[in-house]
């Protein structure tokens, strides 16, 4: 149960990959779409959450960028 998951230290740590699209009225040339992907299962979200709510991973990863 979920419960059980948050009192064991080996909490799945990850974070939200979100798609580029190119887009040339943007100042960049592109924007991230609001939809996201978590890093741990892969699984897409509409929106970013504190958590994957298929994995149960605490987003709290840095992604690196």
């Known amino acids: ?3 059980e998951n948050r ?3 080996s909490k799945i740590h ?3 990959i979100h798609r580029k699209i190119e ?3 943007a100042v960049s040339g592109f924007f991230y779409t609001r939809e996201c992907t978590c890093s741990n299962c892969g699984k897409e ?3 970013e959450k504190p ?3 298929f994995c149960g991973a605490v ?3 840095d992604p690196g960028e």
Request: proline share 10%.
């Open 23 to 25: 887009d040339p009225s």
């Open 7 to 9: 009192e064991n230290n």
């Open 59 to 61: 987003m709290d990863e």
């Open 1 to 3: 149960t979920m419960s």
């Open 14 to 16: 990850a974070y939200w």
């Open 45 to 47: 979200v509409n929106m």
């Open 51 to 53: 958590h994957c709510p």
